[in-house]
């Protein structure tokens, strides 16, 4: 696959200055909207999560008309609730040293130094903010015996800064957006639009005007304009087949956007986890997280032996490989998440893995239950291990977990500047449906802390710099019937083929060609294999990919045709990013770029920018590239020994 290199793109609205003042800066120079005139204008939100709930409910409390979009049956079932272990603020309530700074500067050593400064910087600052907000909105934060909130530590920090409620910190943060969502609902200032999904954006005189909605249940297309879009449909990771996230999780919203003019960025950053329970089989759809939190206690290990197949209660301690604590001493078993993963599939490449096919390590809380008691591991974990159980049908209180990496976050995401509006003006795009804070590799509990960062507090504010010139005035029926015919000519074409292949079949074979060659190593030939492959599958699927059933209904067949064939165009344009990056960072690792220690070896002399695609319908994907400069990180080979 063939790219042309244009010009360099850069974010021309984040402020100059020093660091600590330039959200400030940014706040007090937006044009304002007063409240008469955000009674005029329309906003459409698309996605309940926590980025997309707390957004819409914003919004509506600030006065504006909010439409608000999901596909699920309710707000509350967006996938943010499977977040887990915890969320991030620089509190600094344990007094170990924390701080704003230190927060900043431990997410963007932990991107590996491919992230922004200034957003990074801002979302240290936030965080403090959203703490205070979820408290008020009564979520069940832990505390310690003296009353204040609890936290505990979490990969690439050595302070402890992560606040949690249990393993279900996802559930009850968005349960507090739930509720500030439908408090507006019944306010009138949000409509809001369940069993519906994006299928395109309305483009209308260079601004994102509206968007194309299918009724899930109906069938029906629908088509809604506003002044402003803002997408917060989450990551592209289903892209794998196999994955941490729910089975609806998907790219068409922001893929769509992408074919619209909007910018796709560092398509190539995938996070992947090494906390997840093991593929169990070939008939399996989805894979299961165990919250990074664990690693709070869990102690990971392999046998020293390679082929040690005994039962793990048989292995004295001195037969056994802490390969974490070991390598990383500094940080041991909460070294971030890219380390960790490529370590556990060091080993297990070295035949020192457990369990079937060797793909596994232990995860083991003997030393903690002795140390604390089995009762007070049970508090903090009581509900993971329940968890795992159901899973397994292995008891986690008397025998180690067995874990493995697997695909979870996306890093990559539509471009959006300091305002977090894309190249498409009136299209913002906010929590992982962006690439804007994270670099090549997320820190575990921040994906909370964007989410409601961008959708609390960054968002609100800077949308309104740009409806301050609105209202628009009205849509060209034009643009509002080219983008519905384009949707419903697509649905058309997938209806037509009748082939003989299910479109999970395709999904299935896609994303183990995406995991053999664009997984947790790539290199050059794999990539190329690749980029050989994907469009011998899609035309495959084009020809003969069997969509059972009628558009006119509720039509599960349908809607998963359509996300597949987005994945099909997603994945070519991840692995053509992967093949022209050259070097290792965070997340993405080229095996040809790695120092004498097997670690990730960046190239900042050619490397040090953001990836900008712009998609060309009639010839090759434009790159841009954004210079990335560090004022206060001096860039340094990452050591977290």
Aim: proline fraction near 4%; aromatic fraction near 10%; charge should be negative.
């Amino acid at each position: 696959m063939n790219y042309v290199e244009g010009p360099e793109i850069r974010d021309t609205k984040a402020p100059e200055g020093p660091i600590e003042e330039r959200w400030e800066k940014r706040k007090f120079s937006a044009k304002l909207v007063n409240p008469a005139n955000k009674r005029k204008l329309n906003i459409i939100v698309v996605g309940t999560g926590l980025a997309g709930g707390s957004a819409a409910a914003t919004l509506g409390e600030l006065g504006y008309n909010v439409k608000s979009f999901c596909y699920q049956d309710s707000p509350r079932r967006a996938h943010s609730i499977a977040a887990q272990g915890g969320i991030n603020a620089a509190k600094n309530y344990r007094g170990d040293g924390d701080s704003i700074y230190r927060l900043f500067y431990d997410t963007v050593k932990g991107g590996d130094f491919r992230a922004r400064e200034s957003n990074v910087y801002r979302l240290a600052q936030v965080s403090v903010n959203i703490i205070d907000q979820a408290v008020a909105q009564g979520v069940p934060f832990a505390r310690e015996y003296g009353g204040l909130l609890d936290t505990r530590s979490f990969g690439g920090a050595q302070v402890s800064r992560t606040f949690y409620a249990r393993g279900q910190t996802g559930q009850q943060l968005l349960l507090g957006a739930y509720q500030a969502l439908e408090r507006q609902v019944a306010a009138g200032t949000v409509e809001m639009f369940t069993r519906h999904e994006m299928l395109d954006l309305i483009v209308a005189d260079g601004r994102a005007r509206g968007v194309i909605v299918r009724d899930m249940v109906t069938g029906e297309i629908e088509r809604h304009v506003a002044d402003a879009v803002v997408l917060a449909t989450g990551g592209y990771g289903n892209v794998f087949f196999l994955s941490t996230n729910a089975k609806g999780c998907n790219t068409t919203a922001i893929w769509r956007a992408h074919e619209r003019g909007a910018y796709f960025a560092n398509p190539c950053y995938t996070q992947i986890h090494p906390t997840c329970i093991p593929v169990s089989g070939e008939y399996q759809s989805k894979l299961t997280l165990m919250s990074e939190s664990l690693r709070n206690d869990g102690r990971v290990w392999v046998p020293l032996r390679k082929g040690d197949d005994r039962v793990p209660g048989d292995i004295p301690e001195d037969e056994r490989d802490y390969y974490l604590e070991r390598i990383y001493p500094a940080f041991g078993n909460l070294v971030p998440r890219d380390i960790a993963s490529r370590a556990a599939k060091n080993v297990c490449d070295e035949g020192r893995g457990v369990g079937p096919g060797g793909l596994g390590v232990y995860l083991d809380f003997r030393d903690a239950i002795n140390r604390l008691g089995r009762d007070a591991v049970e508090k903090k974990y009581g509900n993971l291990f329940e968890m795992y159980e159901r899973i397994t049908g292995e008891n986690p209180y008397d025998t180690p977990m067995r874990i493995y990496p697997a695909v979870h976050y996306t890093m990559g995401g539509l471009w959006v500047d300091y305002d977090l509006q894309s190249t498409i003006p009136g299209l913002f795009v906010i929590g992982e449906a962006n690439f804007s804070d994270h670099g090549a590799n997320r820190l575990g509990a921040s994906a909370l802390m964007q989410g409601l960062a961008d959708g609390y507090f960054v968002l609100p504010t800077t949308i309104g710099d740009y409806l301050a010139a609105g209202p628009f005035g009205e849509v060209d029926e034009e643009a509002v019937a080219e983008a519905e015919v384009k949707v419903r000519s697509k649905i058309e074409r997938l209806m037509s083929v009748n082939g003989n292949r299910t479109p999970d079949s395709f999904h299935r074979e896609l994303g183990k060609l995406m995991w053999d060659y664009c997984g947790m190593e790539r290199t050059e030939e794999s990539l190329r294999k690749a980029l050989e492959r994907i469009p011998e599958l899609r035309r495959e699927f084009w020809e003969n990919v069997k969509v059972s059933g009628t558009p006119e209904e509720l039509n599960q067949v349908l809607e998963k045709a359509g996300r597949v064939a987005d994945f099909f165009d997603l994945a070519e344009l991840m692995c053509l990013d992967a093949l022209v990056r050259t070097e290792s960072c965070g997340g993405h690792f080229r095996a040809e770029s790695q120092d004498a220690d097997g670690e990730a070896l960046r190239d900042d002399e050619h490397f040090a920018h953001v990836s900008a695609w712009e998609h060309s319908p009639d010839g090759a994907p434009v790159l841009h590239k954004e210079p990335l400069e560090y004022e206060y990180v001096k860039m340094t080979q990452r050591s977290y020994k």
